[in-house]
């Protein structure tokens, strides 16, 4: 990994780069020696802005999370039809996932061994709910199927959406054969919806 250099250190970039280490060695196995190593800083620099590790780790979910309770602050995402917000919803899922690629790889990998990781988690599950609660309010207007359980359902777009994390690389993604992300996006959303909408 290229180091930070002294001149141009910010919070903002000690916090990508121990999202970096954090995803490459996971979040228990990440010392303060490795982030200081990784930022091109002394470890007393990194105690000048933050607690700890654990601090870092907080700040990085944390950004993952205001992005993605944002989306159902939006107006499309409030007003029309429940699948009409669903789908929104859904689209700008995969909008901020990619937007905000490794803070939202991280998010879904903390494990629950610490604190803020049980925290990240409970905020998890509270967004979870909200998008299950759009996915029922749509059957219940008859506009998606119901032969579907709700539970299931969510578990399988959220598994969709969240696997993108797994194979999705930016540097791929300009001109070089990969997809881009509006491509997608529209993916996703024809995907869900050719499956969750009812048969007209």
Known sequence: MTTARRDTYTPETLLSVAVQVFIERGYDGTSM?????????????????????????????????????????????????????????????????LAELPYVTLLLRVRGNTGTER?????RREFDHRVAALLKAAAAEGDVRTDVEVRLATRLVFGMINSIVEWYRPEAAGGRGG???????????????GGLRKAS
């Open 119 to 123: 925290w990240a988690l409970e905020r």
């Open 179 to 193: 997809a881009g992300e509006r491509e997608v996006a529209d993916a996703v959303a024809r995907l869900v919806f």
């Open 33 to 97: 020696e490795h982030l200081s190593k990784a930022a091109g800083i002394s470890k007393s620099s990194i105690y000048h802005h933050v607690t700890g590790k654990e601090e870092l780790l907080r700040r990085a979910v944390s950004r993952a999370l205001d992005e993605l309770f944002g989306i159902l602050d939006e107006e499309d995402a409030r007003v029309g039809s429940a699948a009409g917000r669903l789908e929104y919803v859904v689209r700008r899922m995969v909008e901020v996932l």
